[in-house]
């Protein structure tokens, strides 16, 4: 596999110092461009191939927001993906970068080692790069009522199946197609976000249904998914679970894709 050539557009130079010290040690990622502003990045993009663009939100005379604005209105010149950094999570300047055709979306601060696996998952144009930044970060109202519904069911919030299952569903309530292929999709779409693998994912899903369904309300339960239990183990499958709570919320709410 050739080197994914990665540029960076950030106004903190020991930052930018920092992460090409970093890449150095890491075979896979070359870095090729380094620029402190967004006005010199715009004026260098059309001489420059990159696969991945690294690229700050608060930049002096041309801000990231404004860079992307660039790919829009210039779309004769290729556009790499791109990976926003940003000091603030305000879900309307998410919103904006999203619809501007962010590929990922990262907090500052953020561990150096899992931005290296964003950046392959990015540049090999993995499935589900963007679908869990665009449909679980930036819809607050959704995730609180996500919570609520598991959280009713007496899953305990500490398991680290809540947190995967509360994702999951918050991925079905805004596209119902992820659940159809929740092996091949959805559950690399979690492995990704919590850096850890597919059958961890299953397993952590599954433990905390059954715990719901040992502690929880079984009155409840039953009422709930009837008729989606299986019959050999007595409760639901992870994608029945998953499918019947998001098809509540989604009727409940209204929500939509974002």
Not at 107 to 126: H, M, N, S, Y
Not at 131 to 136: A, D, H, S
Not at 211 to 239: E, M, R, S
């Amino acid at each position: 596999m050739d080197s994914i050539k990665v540029g960076m557009a950030d106004d903190n130079v020991e930052f930018c110092q920092l992460l090409q010290n970093f890449f150095i040690f890491q075979s896979e990622i070359k870095v090729v461009l380094i620029v402190h502003n967004g006005a010199e990045l715009i004026e260098v993009l059309p001489q420059t191939s990159l696969d991945v663009l690294l690229l700050d939100l608060i930049m002096p005379q041309v801000d990231g927001l404004g860079v992307l604005q660039w790919f829009k209105d210039h779309p004769q010149f290729p556009k790499p993906k791109i990976i926003i950094f940003s000091a603030c999570g305000q879900e309307e300047i998410t919103k904006n970068s999203l619809r501007l055709g962010v590929d990922y979306y990262v907090l500052k601060p953020f561990d150096l080692g899992i931005l290296t696996q964003r950046i392959v998952e990015v540049a090999q144009k993995t499935e589900y790069k963007s679908i869990l930044l665009r449909k679980v970060f930036v819809n607050k109202d959704l995730e609180k009522e996500v919570t609520f519904a598991i959280t009713s069911l007496q899953i305990p919030p500490f398991l680290k199946g809540f947190s995967y299952l509360r994702d999951a569903i918050m991925l079905t309530v805004q596209d119902q197609n992820l659940i159809k292929e929740i092996t091949k999709k959805l559950y690399p779409i979690i492995a990704s976000r919590y850096s850890t693998n597919l059958y961890r994912v299953e397993r952590s899903m599954r433990f905390a249904i059954e715990t719901a369904w040992n502690k929880g309300n079984v009155t409840l339960l039953h009422q709930l998914f009837g008729y989606c239990i299986d019959d050999k183990k007595g409760k639901p499958t992870n994608a029945s679970f998953i499918a019947k709570i998001a098809d509540q919320i989604r009727l409940k709410k209204k929500f939509k894709a974002v």
